[in-house]
C-alpha cells in the first residue's frame, strides 16, 4: 500500500493488531459500530481478520437514525453485507429529538446509548468504532479554537471504559483516512456515503472541508501530520502528569480516610502549580466527584488554598466545601456529590 500525504504509512491490520496488544482489556467479544462508510467497513473487515487470528467474536451494530432519506437503505445495505461476509448483525431504529442541543451531539448520545444496549445484550466486552487519525487532528484542531488545555490537544483517547466489563475501543486511531479508502480499493469492498458529511451546517464538516485543506494549501502541506505529532507529544506530557500528580496525592493524603478528605498543604504548596492543579483533578476523579463545572479558575483555587493567602473557605461546583485548618485542608462532599 502507498503511503498517504504526509509520508505516515500503516497497514490497517498492523495498526489493529498494535492496538489489540496495547489494551488487551478488551477481550474477544467485539460489537463493532458500522455506518456503513468508509472507515467503519475497513474496520467490519479489518476486525473480521484479526478475529480470525485471535479467535475473537465479532457482531455488527448499525443505529438508524433516520435523519436522511436514505437511512433505511443503509441500515437494508449494512445487514446484506453482514449476511454475505457471515456474521450476525444487529439494526437498531432510534428518534433523534431535540432537546435544545445542536443535533450532532443529541444523535451521537442516542447513538452510543443504542449500542451500549447491544453491547450488553450480545454480551460483548469492547465497542469498536472507525475513528481515524484524521478524525483525531480534526477533533484537535476543533479543540484549539474552542479553547482547550493539554487534554484536548490529545484528542480522541483509544479506550474509554463504559463501566463493568465494557470498552469503547478505537482500533485505527492510527491510521490515515487515506490508507482506509486505499484498503477497501484492495478489498473490493463497497461502502456507503453519508450526504450529511459534506453538509457545511455543522463544525467538524467545516474543520474537515474548509480549515484543513486552507492549512494544507497555505501553511503547510503537512499540517495534519503536524498536528498529529502534537498530540502524541502531549499524550507524553499528561502521562507523566498524571503520574506525577497521583504520587502527589498519595503522599498530601490522611489516613484513614474519612467522609471528610483531608490533606496535608506543604506538599501540594512546594510542588510545581501545573502537578498540583492536577493533583485536585485526581482526588475529584478518585472520589467520582462531578468535574463538569470544575474550570482551571477553581484547581487553581484550591492549589490558593494550600498556600499562606489561604480563605478559612470555599465551595466548589457541586456543594464541596473546603476548609484550611492550620496545615490541613479539609475537602468534604455532600451525599449526592457522586
Request: glycine share 6%; net charge neutral.
Amino acid at each position: 500500500m502507498g503511503a498517504p500525504a504526509g509520508g505516515r504509512s500503516v497497514s490497517l491490520l498492523a495498526a489493529f493488531e498494535e492496538s489489540l496488544s496495547r489494551h488487551a482489556c478488551v477481550g474477544r467479544d467485539w460489537l463493532v459500530a458500522v455506518s456503513g462508510g468508509p472507515d467503519s467497513m475497513a474496520l467490519l473487515r479489518t476486525a473480521l481478520a484479526a478475529a480470525a487470528r485471535h479467535g475473537a467474536e465479532v457482531t455488527c451494530g448499525h443505529i438508524d437514525h433516520q435523519l436522511r432519506r436514505e437511512s433505511g437503505a443503509d441500515a437494508t445495505w449494512v445487514a446484506e453485507q453482514c449476511a454475505a461476509l457471515g456474521i450476525r448483525s444487529r439494526i437498531e431504529r432510534v428518534t433523534v429529538a431535540s432537546d435544545g442541543g445542536a443535533i450532532e451531539e443529541t444523535a451521537r448520545r442516542v447513538r452510543y446509548e443504542a449500542l451500549n444496549r447491544m453491547a450488553l445484550e450480545c454480551r460483548a466486552s469492547a465497542i469498536l468504532t472507525g475513528h481515524t487519525a484524521d478524525d483525531n487532528a480534526e477533533t484537535i484542531l476543533h479543540h484549539v479554537f474552542r479553547g482547550t488545555g493539554l487534554r484536548g490537544l490529545v484528542g480522541i483517547p483509544p479506550l474509554r471504559s463504559l463501566g463493568e466489563s465494557l470498552w469503547l475501543w478505537r482500533p485505527l486511531l492510527k491510521v490515515r483516512r487515506s490508507e482506509v479508502v486505499a484498503e477497501l480499493d484492495q478489498l473490493g469492498q463497497t461502502y456507503r456515503t453519508d450526504s450529511s458529511n459534506s453538509s457545511s451546517q455543522f463544525t467538524r464538516n467545516r474543520v474537515r472541508h474548509e480549515l484543513i485543506p486552507w492549512l494544507e494549501r497555505e501553511l503547510n502541506p503537512r499540517a495534519v501530520d503536524a498536528v498529529l505529532r502534537l498530540s502524541d507529544q502531549s499524550e507524553e506530557v499528561i502521562d507523566w502528569l498524571h503520574a506525577a500528580a497521583v504520587e502527589l496525592l498519595d503522599r498530601s493524603l490522611v489516613q484513614p480516610l474519612t467522609p471528610a478528605i483531608r490533606l496535608r498543604c506543604e506538599p501540594i504548596r512546594s510542588a510545581p502549580a501545573l502537578v498540583a492543579r492536577e493533583c485536585f483533578v485526581q482526588l475529584w476523579n478518585r472520589q467520582s466527584w462531578p468535574r463538569q463545572a470544575m474550570t482551571r479558575e477553581h484547581w487553581q483555587r484550591l492549589v490558593d488554598q494550600c498556600g499562606p493567602a489561604a480563605a478559612p473557605a470555599v465551595q466548589m461546583p457541586g456543594g464541596i466545601d473546603v476548609r484550611r485548618r492550620g496545615d490541613l485542608l479539609i475537602v468534604t462532599a455532600p451525599e449526592n456529590a457522586e
